[in-house]
């Protein structure tokens, strides 16, 4: 079973400045994959990047990017040159199989992103 | 299209009212989801829907009653509910392996029980 755990409820950056969010994980299994997820008042809940947990690249879309410590059990989402339309709240999440066999998405607490400008 | 649409966007309702909610997807995704968020949580499941059929119930009250009639559809009935099962309600597709693809949410039905 997977457990998401993201420690910081709120960060704050100014428009342009770089963040990082924090999120780690515990999983017993040996290939899995990682999403961040990002749920703006308009309520969606939008994929921002996702990372196999095999790969050693560090996945990047655009302005986000990960830092994914496999050793560590660590996946943190960096946002550059953050604009205005990142504010958020922002959840790390992963798969989890259930016992059944079927697939369960698990989310961490979140972090809410605010963007001063 | 890729979208999940669900409607209404926001439904008020009192605790004797039956009435449901509506999930729609035209990407060809095999498994629906339906999550509870309450303000300023994570999503928490309650269905799966795996090829129309209920994979899993997370021991959600009978109170709320999932409903797939065919692959692009979901609803969830409600009947009887209290004013702590107001929540936003989300609605999610995936394809077959959710876990390479990710999952596509729905805006929400904003539920106020009164």
């Known amino acids: 079973a997977q457990t998401v755990t993201q420690s910081q409820p709120e960060m704050s950056v100014q428009e342009a400045e770089t963040v990082t969010l924090s999120c780690t994980y515990d999983t017993s299994e040996s290939d899995y994959y990682l999403f961040w997820y990002k749920q703006p008042p308009s309520r969606q809940m939008i994929l921002v990047i996702r990372q196999e947990a095999y790969k050693q690249q560090n996945a990047t879309e655009n302005r986000f990017s990960v830092n994914f410590q496999k050793a560590a059990k660590s996946f943190s989402l960096k946002i550059s040159d953050s604009q205005l339309g990142d504010a958020a709240m922002y959840f790390c999440a992963s798969p989890s199989l259930t016992q059944g066999g079927s697939e369960k998405l698990v989310f961490g607490k979140g972090t809410k992103l605010t963007v001063n400008p | 299209d890729t979208e999940v649409t669900q409607t209404p966007k926001h439904l008020v309702m009192g605790m004797t009212n039956k009435k449901s909610l509506k999930c729609e997807q035209h990407?060809?995704?095999?498994?629906m989801y339906w999550y509870k968020q309450k303000a300023k949580k994570p999503p928490e499941l309650m269905f799966v829907?795996?090829?129309?059929?209920?994979?899993i119930n997370e021991s959600v009250p009978s109170r709320f009653s999932p409903e797939c009639p065919n692959s692009s559809l979901l609803n969830l009935h409600l009947h009887a509910l209290q004013p702590e099962d107001s929540a936003l309600y989300l609605c999610?597709?995936?394809?077959?392996?959710?876990?390479?693809?990710?999952?596509?949410f729905g805006s929400g039905t904003r539920l106020t029980v009164v």
């Open positions: 990407m060809g995704h095999r498994a």
């Open positions: 829907y795996s090829y129309e059929k209920l994979s």
């Open positions: 999610a597709s995936s394809q077959e392996h959710a876990a390479i693809y990710g999952y596509t």
